[in-house]
Nanobody, 122 residues
Framework: VQLQACGGGLVQAGDSLRLSCAVPGRAFNTYVVGWFRQVPGKEREFVAKIRWNGGTAEYADSVKGRSTFSRDTATNTFYLEMISLKPEDTAVYYC????????????????WGQGTLVTVSS
């Protein structure tokens, strides 16, 4: 299953951005879906996650209060909206999905999008 992430771009500090991730042709009713990000030379890090069939989203401390994770079950699309962007939010953002445990460990996720670059200028 290939996820399709998009929505990245070049923004200024303080701006907002919404990333989207489409799951074509498949319903992840029992899956966990998440967002991760990575900068060159560093390990991929957790940003946010939610269970597809409901529940409360969880966020990394670095984005908590500035991010909202939502999903549209009719179109199999989920979103990450970020406000008050900071230069340190610059990274390639990946969407991912997994079955089973509600994990924040990127290594536990089986399905990935191709990544979308977010660049926040100061």
């Amino acid at each position: 299953v290939q996820l399709q992430a998009c929505g990245g771009g070049l923004v200024q500090a303080g701006d907002s951005l919404r990333l989207s991730c489409a799951v074509p042709g498949r319903a992840f009713n029992t899956y966990v879906v998440g967002w991760f990000r990575q900068v060159p030379g560093k390990e991929r890090e957790f940003v946010a996650k939610i269970r597809w069939n409901g529940g409360t989203a969880e966020y990394a401390d670095s984005v908590k209060g500035r991010s909202t994770f939502s999903r549209d079950t009719a179109t199999n699309t989920f979103y990450l909206e970020m406000i008050s962007l900071k230069p340190e939010d610059t990274a390639v953002y990946y969407c991912a999905a997994k079955s089973g445990a509600f994990s924040s460990n990127w290594k536990a996720y089986a399905y990935w999008g191709q990544g979308t670059l977010v660049t926040v200028s100061s």
